[in-house]
């Protein structure tokens, strides 16, 4: 079953600030479309607990995300960068 990603303000902002200051670019852009795409088919099988929320995970990308299920809503309300 299909969700609605929405991304908050601030999680929009830290992810422009992540990818302006990445080396690779293309990897982030990458990465940013790969999630967004991996929940918007089933957010709630995807990731772990995080606080509360939930943390999804591809290369060098991270998005914590809450699930509104009434909705099929995911809002992300923060992406940070995974270094390795």
Do not use: C
Not at 17 to 42: C, G, Q, V
Not at 64 to 73: C, G, K, S, T
């Amino acid at each position: 079953m299909k969700w609605t990603v929405v991304s908050t303000t601030e999680a929009d902002n830290e992810l422009t600030d992540i990818y302006l200051h990445a080396e690779n670019k293309r990897a982030i852009t990458e990465a940013a479309n790969r999630i967004e795409k991996a929940l918007r088919s089933d957010a709630d099988d995807k990731g772990e607990d995080f606080y509360g929320d939930r943390i999804y995970q591809d290369g060098p990308l991270a998005a914590v995300y809450e699930l509104v299920p009434d909705d099929r809503l995911v809002r992300i309300i923060l992406f940070m960068r995974i270094r390795s």
